[in-house]
């Protein structure tokens, strides 16, 4: 590829002395002058770039791929704190899902021009620190262990160990619960339906605690039903050997059902503030 003088002109004054790269720079380059490839793969690794990848480039072809890498995923206040604010990117509230699209635009515009290897690194090393913090129990989409975890704070239930099937937690009575949730995106009826219940018939949980998410993980309504219900108005599906639940808006109309939304919204904003949550008493 042939540059000509123009061109390297204008990327030495627009690209070369950008913030990012000088901050890159900052972090790679000795005293000397030279590059420190040990430097570049320590950076990388801290923003969870595999460097390795590119070992067997020469040493400018490592900087401009680890670099390009780099440039997608490294918050912009992380080099360049004159901004005063943290990267647009992750602050701007997230935009509508457009109704009926495959390939919908992301919330979060850096991760358009990521990998597949690179999200799903990163979804590893978000789920690696919720579990961390007591978030998650799991290494497994996050989701359901969310709900578990709301639920418990909410009501100081205690949650089961992994490895029961019938059941998630149950309170200080003895009472069991159930914990299913949905992340709803794109308002298609299917959405609604419950993960598949088990041996539904025998009781093994007597309430089922079940919360639908917004898109943006924010707690839409939340309900405790009783088994009975549960078992009344969920099908049988015979090649999956389970039953199957819609939590559509009719549920908490149902007599019995326990409207508990409030209690989950604050358990949610208590934990996002990273404060304790006050233990909802006056439900189950």
């Given at each position: 590829?042939?540059?000509?003088?123009?061109?390297?002109?204008?990327?030495?004054?627009?690209?070369?002395?950008?913030?990012?790269?000088?901050?890159?720079?900052?972090?790679?380059?000795?005293?000397?002058?030279?590059?420190?490839?040990d430097s570049l793969r320590s950076v990388a690794?801290?923003?969870?770039?595999?460097?390795?990848?590119?070992?067997?480039?020469?040493?400018?072809?490592?900087?401009?791929?680890?670099?390009?890498?780099?440039?997608?995923?490294?918050?912009?206040?992380?080099?360049?704190?004159?901004?005063?604010?943290?990267?647009?990117?992750?602050?701007?509230?997230?935009?509508?899902?457009?109704?009926?699209?495959?390939?919908?635009?992301?919330?979060?515009?850096?991760?358009?021009?990521?990998?597949?290897?690179?999200?799903?690194?990163?979804?590893?090393?978000?789920?690696?620190?919720?579990?961390?913090?007591?978030?998650?129990?799991?290494?497994?989409?996050?989701?359901?262990?969310?709900?578990?975890?709301?639920?418990?704070?909410?009501?100081?239930?205690?949650?089961?160990?992994?490895?029961?099937?019938?059941?998630?937690?149950?309170?200080?009575?003895?009472?069991?619960?159930?914990?299913?949730?949905?992340?709803?995106?794109?308002?298609?009826?299917?959405?609604?339906?419950?993960?598949?219940?088990?041996?539904?018939?025998?009781?093994?949980?007597?309430?089922?605690?079940?919360?639908?998410?917004?898109?943006?993980?924010?707690?839409?309504?939340?309900?405790?039903?009783?088994?009975?219900?549960?078992?009344?108005?969920?099908?049988?599906?015979?090649?999956?050997?389970?039953?199957?639940?819609?939590?559509?808006?009719?549920?908490?109309?149902?007599?019995?059902?326990?409207?508990?939304?409030?209690?989950?919204?604050?358990?949610?904003?208590?934990?996002?503030?990273?404060?304790?949550?006050?233990?909802?008493?006056?439900?189950?």
């Open positions: 590829m042939h540059f000509t003088q123009e061109q390297r002109d204008a990327w030495h004054a627009d690209t070369r002395n950008s913030p990012f790269n000088r901050w890159l720079r900052d972090h790679t380059v000795g005293p000397d002058g030279l590059l420190n490839l690794a801290e923003f969870g770039v595999d460097a390795e990848k590119y070992a067997h480039l020469n040493a400018g072809q490592q900087r401009m791929n680890v670099g390009n890498r780099l440039r997608r995923v490294v918050p912009r206040h992380v080099y360049d704190p004159g901004s005063n604010q943290m990267d647009a990117q992750l602050i701007r509230p997230p935009a509508p899902i457009p109704a009926a699209t495959e390939h919908a635009p992301s919330d979060w515009p850096f991760m358009v021009n990521a990998t597949t290897s690179d999200l799903l690194r990163m979804q590893a090393a978000a789920i690696e620190e919720l579990r961390r913090r007591g978030v998650v129990r799991t290494g497994n989409a996050p989701l359901g262990d969310y709900a578990e975890h709301l639920f418990a704070r909410a009501f100081h239930w205690k949650l089961t160990p992994n490895s029961a099937t019938s059941y998630d937690a149950e309170n200080g009575d003895g009472i069991r619960f159930q914990i299913k949730a949905r992340r709803l995106r794109t308002e298609a009826p299917g959405e609604r339906q419950l993960g598949v219940m088990r041996a539904l018939p025998d009781a093994g949980f007597d309430y089922l605690a079940a919360v639908l998410f917004n898109r943006d993980f924010s707690v839409r309504r939340a309900a405790l039903v009783p088994h009975a219900t549960v078992l009344a108005r969920a099908v049988h599906v015979r090649h999956v050997n389970g039953w199957r639940f819609i939590l559509d808006d009719a549920v908490w109309l149902l007599e019995g059902v326990q409207d508990v939304t409030s209690s989950l919204r604050s358990a949610a904003d208590a934990l996002n503030e990273g404060v304790v949550s006050g233990a909802s008493r006056d439900l189950i």
